[in-house]
């Protein structure tokens, strides 16, 4: 199994500032096929379900404000929030769709400071 | 936009069998190239994939729960299940349905989630 770690396991940012979400995967996500990265990133708010926010490491799913960017390659990727609204508290996920099982990151819980 | 709804019972005793049913609307389960999946999510705690069936019937299980897990699909009513046997309150969760496009692999739409609780 391909094992993801995020860190850190919470942060707490001030409104309009950066957030910054680390994943590691245990070994390379990049689909050589087509030369990306197969990571995404999820927002989940309580009593809600997962909602996809990027894919292929960098691609913004439709509707996801622009203040969300993903980056990263292999096996190092970030997830930013590049000015934190009061909407973005929620725990944060990657997940890799490399190959099966698939697995997802522990969560980032991103709390406002 | 597809939607997916899970539906079955909340309380389910050890040992015996957890059944869920995720039923699509606004779209064909058997068109397109999609896999749909079942996650579960115990309280507080991260997300588990448990398995995916494709369209054409073909299965994937997550190897920690193989043993135990059918995923199935039933096309005339629009639905795909899942059966996971011999249940203790380690399988305790909220479980997701989940639809993801073959050609993109990550998923994309998810229903809203039913607790199960696995309890005498």
């Known amino acids: 199994d391909i094992v993801m770690t995020q860190s850190p396991d919470s942060l707490a940012v001030s409104l309009g500032e950066r957030a910054t979400i680390n994943c590691k995967s245990s070994q390379s996500v990049l689909y050589r096929s087509n030369n990306k990265n197969s990571l995404a990133w999820f927002q989940q708010k309580p009593g809600q379900p997962p909602k996809l926010l990027i894919y292929w490491a960098s691609t913004r799913e439709s509707g996801v404000p622009d203040r969300f960017s993903g980056s990263g390659s292999g096996t190092d990727f970030t997830l930013t929030i590049s000015s934190l609204q009061a909407e973005d508290v929620a725990v944060y996920y990657c997940?890799?769709?490399?190959?099966?099982?698939?697995?997802f990151g522990q969560g980032t819980k991103v709390e406002i400071k | 936009q597809v939607q997916l709804q899970e539906s079955g019972p909340g309380l389910v005793k050890p040992s015996q069998t957890l059944s869920l049913t995720c039923t699509v609307s606004d779209g064909s389960i058997s068109s397109g190239n999609y896999y749909w999946n079942w996650i579960r999510q115990p309280a507080g705690k991260g997300l588990e994939w448990i398995g995916r069936?494709?369209?054409?019937?073909?299965?994937t299980y997550n190897p920690s729960l193989k043993s135990r897990v059918t995923i199935s699909v039933d096309t005339s009513k629009n639905q795909f299940s899942l059966k996971l046997t011999s249940v203790t309150a380690a399988d305790t969760a909220v479980y997701y349905c989940?639809?993801?496009?073959?050609?993109?692999?990550?998923?994309?739409?998810w229903g809203q989630g039913t607790l199960v609780t696995v309890s005498s």
């Open positions: 069936i494709y369209t054409t019937g073909i299965t």
């Open positions: 997940q890799q769709y490399y190959n099966t099982p698939r697995t």
């Open positions: 989940v639809r993801d496009i073959a050609a993109a692999g990550t998923f994309d739409s």
